[in-house]
């Protein structure tokens, strides 16, 4: 599907959205090492300063949710950059612990409300199911290539010996938040309005009612979310999943490669770069076989390419500071993006799919709570466990974790409706 099916206003928040995503890449992958090793906080609270990021969302991402679905995703997300960009920046004036808790907390800020309120806009603004897979597809692809661009950049910038190169790279990242700042301020405001919500309640003053059913379902709140059987169901699986899957990367993987693995920042620049190239290549193939495929079977696709990478990671633990280590380490996040190429095409559409156009904030509000409660389990357990000299161990739980989730998978796929599952009845009508 070519990229001028998009909405060209989406086209240019994505393009934003590319660039500011270049600037998160030149820190993203090396904030345990920059703790730990350059400002010499130890490992174990350096896990806990990274999971209590997560721990803003619980009770910010619902508030965030909220007040999209009461004064817009476009608002919100303003908001949202200018608070994120403010506490990239203000993480590069750590220097201890105490100095680290108040730059933690409003970077912290900024990560909670991001995921939930940017879905939520992309959901307004491609809430025809005919180009919601390839939206998120789309803005996952360009936000790895942005990554994958920044962690290579990063990885020849910085170094533990020179505090320096990394408080450069992360005043970077803060300014380039004022991409997506400037695109939101210029674009116009159509652009981010529910079409599907808006012929609802065309529909619902022509027959003289006196609310249409996403204001219904509004007035509810979260009541409404939490009262979703079936999106209950997705939570669960999704926040086994994640357990397992990107809640991991930062500091179990990173933490395993460099400290069991003995894997410079090099080698992990290098793998986050491998892992962009491969969604970025890859990614229109998983486009073609997510949309010929269950959404269940998918999900259970990634689960398994997830709990791959985890055995490809724990064999490099097994022959430490080795080429041969070096080259397992790349591999394994090449294996995890297999994962990842499945999953960007079936998450956010299937929530946009489920949420009433009323609750769409919400809805991804809750399902970054999925994210949230991973990056507060498994950072810590990560920290710890590699702390303590278990990280074949901790990558033993991963892989578990994905045999659960993919459990979760099919518990869930047994509620969906044929269309909802994209099965191939409902594709044979389309």
Not at 148 to 174: C, S
Not at 343 to 370: E, K, Q
Request: one cysteine or more; a positive charge; charged letters at 10%.
């Amino acid at each position: 599907m070519p990229a001028s099916r998009l909405p060209g206003t989406l086209r240019v928040l994505l393009a934003a959205s590319f660039v500011s995503s270049i600037g998160s890449g030149l820190t993203l992958p090396f904030l345990v090492i920059y703790l730990h090793q350059v400002r010499h906080i130890p490992l174990g609270i350096s896990g806990l300063l990274i999971g209590g990021v997560a721990v803003l969302a619980l009770p910010v991402s619902p508030v965030a949710g909220a007040l999209v679905d009461r004064v817009g995703a476009r608002a919100v997300v303003l908001v949202t950059m200018i608070v994120q960009g403010l506490g990239v920046a203000g993480v590069a004036t750590v220097h201890s612990t105490l100095t680290a808790l108040p730059a933690m907390f409003v970077f912290g800020l900024g990560q909670a409300a991001a995921w939930p309120t940017w879905n939520a806009l992309l959901g307004v603004m491609v809430d025809d199911d005919k180009v919601s897979r390839l939206a998120f597809a789309r803005n996952f692809q360009l936000l790895n290539l942005g990554l994958g661009i920044g962690a290579i950049v990063g990885g020849l910038v910085v170094h533990v010996r020179e505090p320096g190169t990394f408080v450069a790279v992360y005043l970077a990242d803060g300014a380039s938040n004022l991409i997506i700042v400037a695109a939101l301020a210029l674009l116009p405001r159509s652009a981010f309005r529910s079409m599907r919500h808006a012929d609802a309640q065309a529909v619902a003053n022509e027959e003289g009612a006196e609310a249409c059913p996403g204001d219904q379902a509004r007035r509810r709140g979260y009541k409404a979310v939490l009262g979703d059987a079936l999106f209950r169901r997705y939570l669960v699986a999704v926040t086994i999943l994640m357990i397992a899957g990107y809640a991991a990367l930062n500091t179990g993987f990173v933490a395993f490669a460099t400290s069991v693995a003995k894997a410079g920042p090099g080698t992990i620049a290098a793998s986050f770069a491998a892992n962009t190239a491969f969604i970025v290549l890859a990614q229109p193939l998983g486009l073609r076989i997510v949309s010929r495929t269950r959404r269940t079977t998918a999900l259970k696709m990634v689960a398994a390419a997830f709990a791959a990478c985890w055995v490809v990671l724990a064999s490099a633990g097994l022959m430490p500071g080795t080429d041969a280590a070096r080259a397992l380490v790349i591999a394994s996040l090449v294996v995890f993006a297999a994962g990842e190429v499945l999953l960007s095409p079936v998450s956010g559409p299937l929530v946009n799919d489920l949420a009433p156009p009323g609750l769409r904030g919400r809805y991804f509000a809750a399902s970054a709570m999925c994210i949230t409660v991973a990056n507060i389990v498994s950072p810590a357990i990560s920290g710890a466990a590699i702390g303590a000299g278990f990280g074949i161990l901790l990558l033993c739980f991963f892989v578990a974790c994905c045999g659960a989730a993919a459990l979760g998978a099919e518990w869930l796929g047994r509620a969906l409706t044929p269309a909802q599952d994209n099965a191939p009845e409902s594709r044979s009508q389309v």
